[in-house]
């Protein structure tokens, strides 16, 4: 079970649930008949027993929903004997959590399941368990939506923070301003070249939403919708130009990722016009929080702009640092008048911060502590830890995103606990939340990779007792609800399981090391191409291989396949080569797997650190031949980095067009070769020869190129070629 329950006690006997087991919820009870059905569809769509709804109290082995009012809000008491079940709650959340446990005792497959006795009794950690779904960047569709909300529900996870607006999108229909959607939901993608592309984006309705809020409601998920303020606006003010505080003509939608630097102006008709938005937000979601952002706001156009230094002295705040805690008030006020709670980023914490405001930590957690000992509730969003945008192991499956690898273990050893705080501040601390933050994320497949199983693992430091909590234990229940994640069709990475290899050359054969993540299960391994079963050899210490073996390997518990299939052949040619995300980045600057663009097999994500692009080739064999290739991929350079952009590295080309420079020993040292590119903004493979070396050397190679766009990426290097 995920997460792993309070309390559970082992009883006598066994519950066999079989096709036509009744399941009963009083017939006036709307909520508890709600969640009898949601158990069942859940029961079916897992190949479970196909379990009926009992409109009469039933006789007999039969699943019970029943009310008690001594629980809490979300608590639940699962009773299981060898006569029937029972999902004792208060309310319908406790209700469902009950049966997403019951349910979670199913095997996948199973017509006829047998469930130990057992009683459980189980609450919440903390009130606030929560994704953060960024739908600005990246459009998902209303079904995507409501999925990410199932299976947050049976996690028990109960808060969507929906990120609904940002520079590169507006995503909710506004009618009182309709070109928020009609311009502001719309952009051209970033391309290299001037090839034409069709523009890409979406909104969601206002029916959509209440289809949306309502789903969520029947599944306990209570949605925090975010609509940024006052930066991450370019998309409203290329819809509404009078809204800019700058002096530059409109900004179009943006196609860059980054910290963009339109800022809202103050002005009296832009907070009217923020608070007519506002007004419709609060009439589609009936939850008690909104989320205004406030995050990550570059004062330079308020700076420059004498409408805005006018509009300070009419407002008597001394200097531009005080624009924004006038907006977080301003909206505050209108959202307290309107029975609701500002949400902000941790930017909010500033002096004259609303008392009922929560702030969201996630410049680390200094954010939810300095917030709770003055008073505000918190919720723990730290990056890089709950960013799941980082991938999470550095193997080639993981798709784009950021480089930094962020990994299952790394969020579930995440402590929200500070014992350092008194206790009166402890109780502002309202829980943890993951960000799914979407730049590099376009489909459905990478969202759920990205998301699952790390949001299980934020699932259960949000709902288990700390005392409860167990790496090896959370592992294990892991494993054995991949199955379930499959029955389901949702696209869980595997990257804890999954193989990962070191090949060392030795006289006459390679040794091979096998290994994963999370040290769990037994690896099996073919050396003749085969794929490996259950039944092939296990891996031990090491592997001997003959030269031209194609090895592959797969992680296994028992009978269970835990991980996708590692493969590699040994021959000369395939040893040389190397692809960047094998290669080692020279930098720590803004590290991302970007998309080559093509859908080939060529074209798997590209690791670049876009700051230098520039990678290193450890202990290369130079003694093979003086030849080496390389492939070179342009790709857009759509990134916003404000006053960082001044520190990217372009270095020194000696001619009119882009150059690889190849460095063997350390990246100091003068270039061994030199290889200018054609001009073109197009995939280029180009050849070169270095110096022969004896012994293994480093082999450093950076672009030097003119200008900033394109950015020129490594795809590959391959040694030991016919010279050019």
């Known amino acids: ?104 005792l199913i095997p996948p497959g199973t017509a006829s399941a047998a469930i130990p006795a057992q009683t459980i009794s189980d609450a919440p950690a903390y009130p606030w368990r929560g994704l953060m779904l960024d739908s600005a960047r990246h459009f998902q569709s209303v079904a995507d939506v409501k999925s990410v909300i199932e299976w947050m529900s049976w996690h028990k996870l109960n808060v969507l923070h929906w ?34 592309v069709a523009r890409v984006g979406g909104f969601y309705s206002q029916a959509e939403v209440r289809e949306i809020v309502a789903y969520a409601a029947e599944h306990a998920v209570t949605i925090v919708p975010e609509i940024d303020v006052p930066g991450h606006a370019q998309a409203a003010i290329a819809a509404y130009p009078s809204l800019g505080a700058g002096e530059d003509p409109a900004p179009t939608v943006s196609a860059r990722w980054g910290i963009h630097t339109y800022l809202l102006n103050p002005e009296e008709a832009t907070l009217r016009f923020l608070e007519d938005v506002f007004e419709e937000v609060v009439q589609l979601f009936p939850g008690p929080y909104v989320h205004v952002g406030g995050d990550e706001v570059v004062r330079d156009e308020w700076r420059r702009s004498a409408r805005v230094v006018a509009r300070l002295h009419e407002l008597g705040i001394a200097d531009v640092d005080g624009l924004q805690p006038y907006f977080t008030a301003r909206l505050g006020r209108f959202l307290a008048a309107h029975g609701r709670r500002l949400v902000g980023w941790d930017e909010i914490l500033r002096p004259g911060l609303p008392a009922d405001a929560v702030v969201m930590s996630w410049h680390g957690t200094s954010g ?79 969202l759920e990779w990205m998301a699952l199983p790390r949001a299980a693992a934020i699932a259960e430091l949000g709902w288990t007792p700390a005392a409860r909590r167990d790496w090896r234990g959370f592992l294990q229940r892991l494993a054995a609800t991949r199955p379930r994640y499959a029955a389901l069709g949702l696209h869980a990475a595997d990257s804890a399981f999954a193989v990962h290899a070191s090949l060392q050359a030795a006289p006459g054969h390679l040794e091979v090391r096998l290994g994963n993540q999370s040290h769990v299960g037994t690896i099996r391994y073919t050396a003749d191409g085969r794929e490996p079963t259950a039944d092939s050899a296990a891996y031990g210490d090491s592997i001997e291989v003959a030269p031209g073996a194609t090895l592959a390997a797969a992680t296994f518990l028992g009978a269970q396949r835990l991980s996708g299939t590692w493969t590699q052949r040994t021959d000369a040619a395939s040893l040389a080569r190397r692809n960047s995300r094998e290669l080692e980045l020279c930098s720590d600057g803004v590290g991302l797997l970007l998309d080559a663009r093509g859908g080939t097999a060529e074209a798997a994500p590209l690791a670049l650190d876009i700051m230098d692009p520039c990678w290193i080739y450890r202990g290369a064999d130079l003694s093979a031949g003086p030849g080496f290739r390389v492939r070179a991929v342009p790709l857009p350079f759509n990134f916003e980095l404000a006053a960082d952009l001044a520190h990217v590295k372009l270095g020194s080309p000696r001619g009119a067009a882009a150059e690889l420079e190849v460095h063997v020993g350390s990246c100091q040292a003068p270039p061994a070769a030199v290889l200018a590119l054609d001009g073109t903004p197009s995939p280029q493979v180009l050849r070169g020869a270095l110096p022969a070396a004896t012994e293994r050397r480093d082999v450093c190679l950076r672009f030097a190129r003119p200008t900033i766009d394109p950015l020129w990426a490594l795809d590959w290097v391959e040694l030991g070629v016919a010279a050019p």
Do not use: C
């Open 163 to 196: 990120h609904l607006t940002d520079d590169q999108g507006w995503r909710l229909e506004i009618r009182k301003y309709p070109r928020l959607t009609q311009v502001g939901a719309w952009r051209v993608p970033a391309t290299v070249g001037r090839e034409p």
């Open 368 to 446: 939810a502590r300095a917030a709770a000992l003055a008073g505000n509730d918190a919720v723990l969003a730290p990056w890089p830890t709950l960013y799941l945008d980082n991938r999470q192991s550095s193997l080639p499956q993981e798709p784009t995103g950021r480089t930094q690898v962020v990994s299952l273990e790394d969020v579930y050893r995440f402590a929200p606990e500070d014992p350092s705080l008194p206790a009166h501040a402890r109780a502002h601390v309202r829980g943890v939340q993951g960000n799914l933050w979407t730049e590099h994320i376009p489909t459905r497949d990478m």
């Open 1 to 104: 079970m995920i997460p792993e329950p309070a309390v559970i006690e082992a009883r006598t006997g066994v519950l066999v649930l079989a096709a036509g087991t009744p399941v009963y919820a009083a017939g006036e009870d709307a909520g508890a008949r709600r969640v009898a059905g949601i158990l069942r569809e859940w029961t079916q769509r897992i190949g479970g027993p196909d379990l009926a709804l009992a409109d009469r109290p039933p006789r007999g082995t039969a699943v019970r929903l029943v009310r008690r009012q001594d629980l809490g809000p979300e608590a639940y008491r699962l009773s299981i004997s060898a006569h029937g079940a029972r999902i004792e709650a208060r309310s319908d959340a406790g209700l469902l959590y009950g049966a997403a446990t019951l349910w979670q």
